[in-house]
């Protein structure tokens, strides 16, 4: 096989859903925290300052829970068994919670880079924020790959496709977000046709 | 030889011969565009298509999302500064073996492309060719089969003037598109002499070439 890594944004991109809102529903106010969400993928909101309120809302959601909720989120299956298949060079590259995240992750069998928290008796703390261009900086340095191809559809996932050797927008759950598309090497809408192109990279 | 692995098609241009201020891939003919047309006519040929787009690129990426979701698009947001050979080149990303290659602006009968990807599966390289018609030829050289089909090209010129001419279509290896070259041809020319199909086809480069178009599409359905 190719010395290729892959980097995958999650929420959108692995997932066909949006995780934030899904959880959000748990207070009743799905839509108001799916409107954030999608404001921050187009760009509108700063990305920090977005998942700090949204951390801030959502952390009242006991973890338990929290992780009842994301093991029913939904993972495109093409692209969750290219994954599973490359787990070794496969990584999810996220903005999301790492403690919220972690069942999904596993679900997935690849690392994961992503935002961080720490959980208290009074809810869950933010502690970093992930740069997504970080990310692809360190698997450069530490991976040993002879190049990394990224895959997002955000506003968040701009640095990250353009630190990466190849960045793809990628629009199979939504449309890629214009600056996302506009920093892209490559533009594919389909999880099939997505999975072909990774293969032959 | 194996099956071709995909077809790129080169969109980039600005199709400034033509000046309707869109890429001339997304020119509707009966109300579907060239571009739908092609991809079309090569889905149940090839296993990957991949579009190249530049000018205007916004147009055709919105097209393919609503029309092809399928269809993979390889942006060159260089396309001011750099030619049809070095767009194709970008839009062969991840294809290694033998690709199709063709222009967004040419109008194909269904079936002798299918019969040109065929041939193509048989073949190192494979050259397109076409009853001379359009209002800036690239003549070709050619030598006929006994059926008095082209079966080989020899050379690329502007004068003399042949039966045949350059259909901006090929089958071959992306290695051969080197960077540098103004014409896809002239990456060809030192392969030469190449196999040859005709193809039954219209390129569009000028408002003529369009009105020729128009008129050979209805001849095309009239042979189906």
């Known amino acids: ?201 | 030889m194996q099956a071709l692995e995909g077809a790129v098609i080169a969109c980039a241009g600005l199709g400034s011969r033509l000046g309707m201020g869109m890429p001339k891939c997304m020119i509707e003919i009966d109300g579907v565009t060239l571009l739908s047309r092609l991809i079309h006519a090569l889905q149940p040929l090839v296993p990957r298509i991949q579009v190249v787009v530049g000018y205007r690129e916004e147009l055709i990426i919105d097209h393919c999302a609503r029309h092809h979701r399928d269809v993979v698009l390889v942006r060159n947001p260089d396309y001011r500064t750099t030619n049809t050979a070095h767009s194709i080149r970008m839009g062969s990303v991840g294809m290694q073996s033998r690709v199709l290659y063709l222009d967004g602006d040419l109008i194909i009968e269904p079936s002798s492309l299918a019969a040109f990807v065929e041939a193509a599966a048989t073949v190192p390289l494979l050259v397109g060719v076409t009853r001379a018609k359009s209002t800036q030829a690239v003549f070709v050289s050619t030598a006929d089969g006994a059926d008095g089909s082209v079966d080989q090209v020899s050379a690329f010129h502007r004068d003399p003037v042949t039966a045949w001419e350059w259909a901006n279509i090929f089958a071959g290896p992306p290695d051969l598109l080197v960077p540098g070259t103004r014409y896809v041809y002239e990456c060809i020319e030192p392969l030469l002499p190449a196999a040859a199909r005709a193809l039954e086809l219209f390129e569009v480069d000028t408002p003529e070439d369009l009105a020729l178009a128009q008129a050979g599409i209805n001849g095309f359905a009239r042979s189906e």
Request: net charge negative.
């Open chain 1, 1 to 201: 096989m190719s010395g290729t890594a892959f980097c995958f944004d999650l929420d959108g991109t692995l997932t066909s859903t949006e995780i934030l809102p899904c959880i959000a529903a748990e207070l009743g106010i799905a839509g108001e925290i799916a409107t954030l969400t999608r404001l921050t993928m187009d760009g509108h909101v700063p990305f920090e300052d977005s998942m700090r309120l949204r951390t801030l809302i959502l952390g009242q959601v006991p973890l338990v829970r929290v992780h009842e909720i994301i093991e029913a989120v939904p993972l495109s299956a093409e692209l969750q068994s290219f994954v599973r298949d490359n787990a070794d060079r496969c990584f999810v590259v996220t903005g999301n919670l790492d403690v919220w995240i972690a069942p999904m992750v596993a679900r997935l069998g690849c690392r994961a880079f992503s935002s961080s928290a720490v959980v208290t008796p009074g809810g869950v703390q933010l502690h970093s924020i992930l740069a997504k261009d970080d990310a692809v900086r360190l698997l450069r340095r530490q991976g040993g790959y002879e190049r990394i191809v990224a895959v997002g559809d955000g506003a968040n996932d701009v640095p990250m496709l353009r630190e990466a050797d190849i960045g793809v927008a990628y629009g199979g759950v939504h449309a890629p977000a214009p600056q996302t598309i506009a920093v892209a090497d490559i533009v594919v809408n389909d999880a099939s046709s997505l999975c072909k192109l990774l293969k032959a990279l």
